[in-house]
Nanobody, 124 residues
């Protein structure tokens, strides 16, 4: 059974930082592109960042480019999202996801497995 477990969310003031982690089990982790999405109530799930299976290629949404970084450890089946200079508009539930696709990787439908999400709240 595949499981993606996020952790590290919380409440932070604007300008602060948070580190989200996602530990995967039950899948061949190094074969998957790993992504992070976020979502607020009543809105669509929004692409945030992704990292290739080998960690070489990273892609970020324009809204977080230069403030967020993503990394992975294939020996520990872990992907990490480092979030800096946080803004109130970064507030959302953040989801970790795994994809076997090679394209359309900014689309939620391209991801096969999802975590349960972790809440990030940025106060002004």
């Amino acid at each position: 059974q595949v499981r993606l477990a996020e952790s590290g969310g919380g409440l932070v003031q604007a300008g602060g930082s948070l580190r989200l982690s996602c530990v995967a089990s039950g899948l061949a982790f190094r074969c998957f592109v790993m992504g992070w999405f976020r979502q607020n109530p009543g809105t669509e799930r929004e692409f945030v960042a992704r990292i290739s299976w080998d960690g070489v290629t990273t892609v970020f949404a324009d809204a977080v480019e230069g403030r967020y970084s993503i990394s992975r450890d294939n020996d520990e089946n872990t992907v990490v999202l480092e979030m800096n200079t946080l803004k109130p508009e970064d507030t959302a539930v953040y989801y970790c996801a795994a994809s076997r696709y090679v394209d359309y990787l900014s689309k939620a439908w391209a991801y096969d497995y999802w975590g349960q999400g972790t809440q990030v709240t940025v106060s002004s």
